[in-house]
């Protein structure tokens, strides 16, 4: 399962890293320690998770979870999997895997963009927690939300600034009708 949602997510993604080639880039925001961060959390969610499944060498930090978190597991992939593809749908063309403002690019408070503002960085924790519950590894399992987290919590200001520098007040009013990755339960 975990596998397959990995191919999935390089599936999902690949026409828009296609559309991206051909469209410029109006403002660059990204920062090494930014670089730095997405690097380290590719080995969190991408090659410790493959050389747990296929090898022996991380047995020794095996955990045993019930049957039924497995379960769980497997419905956090399918909702995290959903989240990110149409994230991708919604923000089309706008969409990059750093900090960038594309040429022509526009707004999207609509679709799952409609009541949070970071659907796509909500799906990667949906796999994260997924991942734990999947990969019953000390090294394997927990390490894809742990990497995840520092790169999130670095990116996410910077974004809403870059956001709210490039849309002005109408990304603010956005912001405000918004929660970050939960829906805002009171309406201000
Ligand atoms: N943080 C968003 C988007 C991730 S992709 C999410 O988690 O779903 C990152 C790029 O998306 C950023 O470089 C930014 O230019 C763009 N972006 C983020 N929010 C956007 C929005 N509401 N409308 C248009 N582009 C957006």
Redesign the pocket.
Known sequence: MFVLSILLEIVIRMPYNRIRQHTNVATDRVSATEKALLGVMTLGIFFLPVIYIFTDWLRFADYRLPFWLGIVGIVLVGLGLWLFWR?HMD?GR?????????EG?????EGV?RTI??????SQMLMGLAQILLLQNWIAGPTGLLLFLPLYLIR?PR?EQ??SEQFGAD?RA?MARTGRILPRLVRG
């Open positions: 994230s923000l706008n969409w990059s895997p750093s900090l960038q403002v594309m690019h526009t707004l999207v408070a963009y503002r970071h659907p796509m960085y909500a996410v974004e870059m956001m990304y956005y």
